[in-house]
């Protein structure tokens, strides 16, 4: 059991190594790169759970999209002539999906169709 773990964490910083060799150059990009990963994840898991509830539904869809939509602050898109309207769709998208998402949130939670957990 030991020697197996020690197997795996000899293996953890090639594995580090062999990602960060892949992400581009400037740090902040890896970051953007890696929300965007975890908004499409969180899209997929959507799609495999069993929502019922409508405003569930469209909180579990807007609150991964500022994720996804910030891939538009890639150091390629800052670059670009358009940067002021990537920025601009990005603040759109943050406020849509964050304010929409979180209102969405509560007003699934003030329904009063959950019951409350008791000892």
């Not at 795996?8 to 902040?28: F, M, R, Y």
């Not at 405003?55 to 602050?73: E, H, K, S, T």
Request: glycine share 10%; net charge negative.
């Amino acid at each position: 059991m030991v020697s197996a773990a020690l197997v795996v964490w000899g293996t953890i910083p090639k594995v580090l190594l062999a990602i960060k060799s892949l992400l581009p150059v400037q740090p902040s990009d890896a970051f953007i790169i890696l929300f965007a990963v975890y908004g499409v994840g969180r899209l997929g898991l959507l799609a495999m759970s069993n929502v019922t509830d409508a405003n569930q539904f469209l909180a579990q869809v807007l609150l991964p999209l500022p994720y996804i939509i910030g891939c538009l602050n890639l150091s390629i898109f800052r670059d670009d002539i358009l940067a002021g309207l990537f920025l601009a769709a990005v603040f759109i998208f943050d406020a849509a999906g964050f304010m929409g998402g979180g209102i969405a949130e509560l007003v699934d939670a003030s329904s009063g169709n959950h019951q409350i957990a008791t000892a």
